[in-house]
């Protein structure tokens, strides 16, 4: 089971029109417990920096993915409206509207915190469906100037024909490639309209095959069309 939490923010032009995607693999492979305490404090820190300036349409939309995958999100939004500070009372009510927004951020953080806490039983992984989460994401409520995509992962997909566990190293970078141009026929991910898109990879405490998960998403990616410059493993 993946989760994935979708947070958001529109500001009114020309501010910038952003939103921050968390993607948290929950399957039996997957495991945070060292890296935990500090990447929870770095989502933290992210959650932060996405609503800092954030003054409406503020949103969090969770997608759980497993190998029957929903795309619908459930979506969590802040809807108080951020009040004028005028006067001394519009000053008070604009301190308690930002008291209350941050609330909401330690709320949602916590729910990344709940998710990565709860035992998964699901024995396998599409990770390919993160994709096609993702670019419906990118397409609701658009345009957007940067979506900014952390996934916690091992990006190891189990799922269906393409068991990772299986590849031959030699083969990886060609079978990422293949992959992507067969989900792009079945029209479950757009080739190109990438150039928003920043991943952060944020590998799990162990992984069984790094040099071949490093080979089979540099082709995937090369063929979706998202530059090097655009992802990094961490």
Known sequence: ??????FSRCQPAP???????IVLDKTNSVSYAKRWPLLRQEITEDFVRTYFTAIENIQCSRLIITGNTRFSPEVSRFDEVRPNAEGRSGEEDLEKWEEDKQDWIDREANRVDSLVSVRC???TTDIFSIFSGIQQV??????????????FS?????AGPDNMNRMPL??????????CKRLIRQGQITAGNTENIYLTIY???TMDHPA???LFWKGFFAEWGLSEKHYHFE
């Open 154 to 158: 091992d990006m190891v997909n189990t």
């Open 15 to 21: 501010k910038p029109h952003c939103q921050a995607v």
């Open 121 to 123: 039983t699901s024995n």
């Open 1 to 6: 089971m993946l989760a994935v939490l979708v």
């Open 203 to 205: 590998t799990p405490d």
């Open 212 to 214: 071949l998960v490093n």
């Open 170 to 179: 030699d083969s990886a970078n060609a079978m990422g490639r293949e992959v």
């Open 138 to 151: 990118q397409r609701t409520n658009g345009s957007w100037d940067s979506v900014k995509v952390f996934i």
